[in-house]
């Protein structure tokens, strides 16, 4: 049998040293193995007494051990020797007040009391003077709003055609009667403006009844305002046919028509007298007011409202 030394480690991964009896170095392993133990070195050598150690190694752990008893001693006994130290409190000074000097305080000035005015008189004010429009009658419009074509795009006008004619003639060629000519003429007259007198001539029954079988026509070049005269025209003949059935004569239907624009006229005209008056007086407020309820009064015929001072449109440098 042999002895041999063997450095290992455990199950915990801690190295331990040792020796053993085996036959051999296979032995000693599986010696080692069997005390589960993973070998690191194992040399065939004397056996370890004590701890496991032999001659200076086994002695080395008693002298570090040693070693560190006698310089803890050493620090020790150097620490109990050492003065000790007083301990230094800081010295806390006294809080300064400083006294604030007090700042004269101003004497509160005397405002003197403001004196009480009296109440004052209610202002009276002046309202304005009733207007007053003299006696004027407003005139009768029937046979204008008979003949008048209503402002709507679902009125059927007839006795209109188109005519495709790119070439076409002066576009008031399209009356070619006499009857035709004067309602174009009436027509164009502006509410509130004068019709002049027309001498209808004996036969203008006749020339009225021919107009019928007349087709006015619109040409491409007629512009908005000329393709609905035209339309106006043919529904002024439409309806003076109407009453010529009744019984009337054309004649006296378009006298009928251009005396009641007269009368239209005349109301403006008078109308526009009595502001004109109020303006020469100086009565501005009072003009003011009348133009207001005169305009209303003139507003069912479509002529121009009465101005109390002049608009006068100022031309740009483009026009």
Same mark, same amino acid.
């Given at each position: ?9 455990? #199950?915990? &991964?801690?190295?331990?040293? &040792? ?30 007494? !004590? ?22 001693? !050493? ?5 109990? $020797? ?20 007090? @700042? +004269? ?9 403001? +004196? ?42 007839? &006795? ?31 509410? &509130? ?7 209808? !001539?004996?036969?203008?029954? #006749? ?7 007349? @087709?006015? =026509? ?19 003949? =439409? =309806? $003076? ?55 209303? $009064? ?18 740009? +440098?483009?026009?």
């Amino acid at each position: 049998m042999s002895n041999y030394n063997y450095t290992a480690r455990d #199950k915990s &991964g801690a190295i331990t040293r &040792g020796n053993l009896a085996a036959a051999d170095r296979a032995s000693a392993l599986t010696e080692l193995r069997s005390r589960d133990l993973v070998p690191i070195s194992v040399e065939e050598g004397k056996a370890i007494t !004590g701890s496991g150690f032999t001659g200076l190694n086994a002695k080395r752990p008693a002298f570090l051990l040693a070693g560190i008893v006698v310089a803890l001693l !050493g620090v020790w006994v150097a620490v109990r $020797m050492m003065p000790a130290k007083k301990p230094v409190v800081a010295e806390r000074k006294a809080p300064t007040e400083k006294i604030a000097k007090a @700042k +004269p305080v101003p004497s509160p000035k005397v405002v003197p009391p403001k +004196p009480v005015e009296p109440p004052k008189p209610p202002v009276e004010v002046a309202l304005p003077r009733p207007v007053e429009i003299k006696s004027v009658v407003p005139p009768n419009t029937d046979t204008i709003k008979q003949l008048a074509r209503p402002k709507s795009d679902q009125v059927i006008v007839p &006795g209109i055609v188109s005519n495709g004619d790119t070439n076409a003639p002066d576009p008031y060629a399209t009356f070619q009667t006499k009857s035709e000519r004067m309602m174009s003429g009436m027509l164009s007259a502006e509410p &509130g403006d004068l019709i002049l007198d027309i001498a209808f !001539g004996r036969d203008f029954d #006749k020339d009225f009844a021919a107009s019928l079988s007349n @087709k006015i =026509e619109i040409y491409p070049s007629d512009s908005k305002e000329m393709a609905a005269h035209k339309e106006d025209v043919a529904y002024m003949k =439409e =309806e $003076m046919r109407k009453l010529v059935a009744e019984g009337k004569s054309a004649e006296e239907i378009l006298t009928e028509f251009r005396n009641q624009h007269n009368e239209v006229a005349n109301f403006r005209s008078e109308l526009q007298s009595q502001l004109s008056a109020l303006k020469q007086e100086g009565k501005m407020e009072e003009a003011e007011a009348f133009a207001k309820e005169a305009n209303k $009064m003139l507003e069912p015929y479509g002529t121009r409202p009465l101005l109390v001072r002049p608009v006068i449109k100022l031309k740009t +440098p483009q026009q």
